[in-house]
């Protein structure tokens, strides 16, 4: 029963990972050069991004956990 639960939230874990890693913004977004010195100029745009690194951090974190506890439950 704890095995069947943990794969119900790994699944979750999984799914979410994957969605907040899709949501990000990529590293080259913007207008090549000149948008890239401008972010530089004038600082990345705060806000939904560190949100969601932080988010992908945390089920980062969690799909290694349950991972490893999965592993050695089985």
Do not use: E, P
């Not at 704890?2 to 790994?10: E, H, K, N, R, Y």
């Not at 090549?32 to 705060?46: P, R, S, V």
Request: a positive charge; proline letters at 0%.
């Amino acid at each position: 029963m704890l095995v069947l639960v943990l794969q119900i939230i790994f699944v979750i874990v999984c799914l979410g990972l994957i969605a907040v890693v899709l949501l990000q913004s990529g590293r080259s977004t913007g207008l090549g050069a000149i948008a890239g010195g401008a972010q530089t100029l004038f600082g990345k745009k705060k806000g939904i991004d560190d949100r969601l690194s932080q988010f992908t951090t945390w089920l980062a974190v969690a799909f290694m956990i349950l991972s490893v506890l999965l592993a050695f439950l089985s």
